[in-house]
């Protein structure tokens, strides 16, 4: 690294709520043979970061201190590194860079970034790698064929919605669970609509008079059991949100690791660039605010993403909805 370029990134020292976050300045980083730097423009903000950050999966994935922060990424090439031939500076590309993505610049490895439509704004490309992926690996583990009807839990959720989106174009009817100020919304992208909550069977039960084939679980608290209850077979069922519920049933629990490639990062960009699939963009935060960004997320209200935005000075304003 650098000493005399500097750089801000995100980093927290100690686990803890979204308080121990800080926007610091750190050495701008210097790309290796087989690498690139990515100029970072968006960076969204996921739910597993939290966890993390809080000391959740201490066990399974240990935070480093000090630790960065974010996973995916939409950027520009600035610099390519030895034996790199397939990008050049000005290259735009979507990323995924565990726990250093919300940062201005970002050392990547070339054979596992994917080029970014140029029709494709920042906001709706920066998801892809994560949830996108994750989505995709969701609809595939449960294989809905045309003719199905496949329930999304939190169907307007990061993840949810996308799954949904997918499963619709296999050709399958796909129930979403949603809140009431997801109603409408839900319907505009073709999905039917159920209110979670207490009594979800029963609305489902109505909604597919016909049974349910799959489930997709994106939320957890009691998904899988509701899917159970519906009869739907436990290779039919998807979650990434309750490991309790696989290891008593079963159930499958494929995610962005089971999944991911470049090439298939660049086919959702590519539907989402024909409007073939929607990344609904709740809110854009500036870097400076993250702390802020996390507290909504953590609401688990959020219709699509919430991203940050590495080219947005806090004093432009509040969050675009």
């Not at 069922?237 to 298939?264: C, K, W, Y």
Request: proline letters at 8%; a neutral charge.
């Amino acid at each position: 690294m650098t000493g005399t370029t500097r750089s801000r990134a995100v980093r927290f020292s100690r686990y803890g709520g979204p308080e121990v976050l800080d926007v610091v300045e750190v050495g701008k980083p210097v790309p290796g043979p087989g690498q690139v730097l990515v100029r970072v423009i968006v960076a969204p903000v996921n739910p597993g970061e939290i966890g993390i950050r809080e000391g959740v999966f201490a066990r399974v994935w240990p935070a480093t201190f000090p630790e960065g922060q974010g996973n995916d990424l939409a950027g520009q090439v600035v610099e390519v590194g030895e034996g790199v031939t397939g990008f050049a500076p000005g290259d735009e590309v979507i990323g995924y860079a565990p726990r250093r993505a919300q940062a201005d610049y970002v050392v990547h490895d070339a054979a596992t970034l994917a080029r970014k439509p140029p029709v494709l704004c920042w906001e709706e490309a920066a998801p892809l790698s994560a949830v996108g992926v994750t989505a995709w690996a969701g609809v595939a583990a449960v294989a809905p064929r045309p003719g199905e009807t496949v329930v999304v839990s939190a169907a307007a959720g990061g993840v949810g919605v996308l799954a949904a989106q997918l499963a619709r174009l296999r050709g399958a009817t796909v129930i979403g669970t949603v809140g009431p100020h997801n109603v409408g919304f839900a319907r505009s992208l073709g999905i039917t609509p159920v209110l979670h909550g207490p009594g979800l069977a029963e609305r489902v039960r109505a909604a597919a008079p016909g049974g349910v084939d799959a489930f997709i679980d994106t939320f957890g608290d009691g998904n899988v059991e509701e899917a159970i209850r519906l009869g739907v077979p436990p290779r039919r069922i998807n979650t990434i949100a309750d490991g309790a519920a696989v290891r008593r049933h079963g159930v499958h629990s494929m995610a962005q690791e089971d999944a991911f490639t470049p090439e298939l990062v660049e086919r959702l960009a590519a539907l989402v660039a024909v409007r073939r699939l929607t990344v609904p963009i709740h809110a854009v935060y500036p870097l400076e605010r993250v702390r802020d960004a996390y507290v909504e997320l953590a609401r688990r209200h959020t219709r699509g993403k919430i991203v940050l935005s590495l080219v947005l000075a806090a004093e432009d304003g509040p969050p675009a909805a």
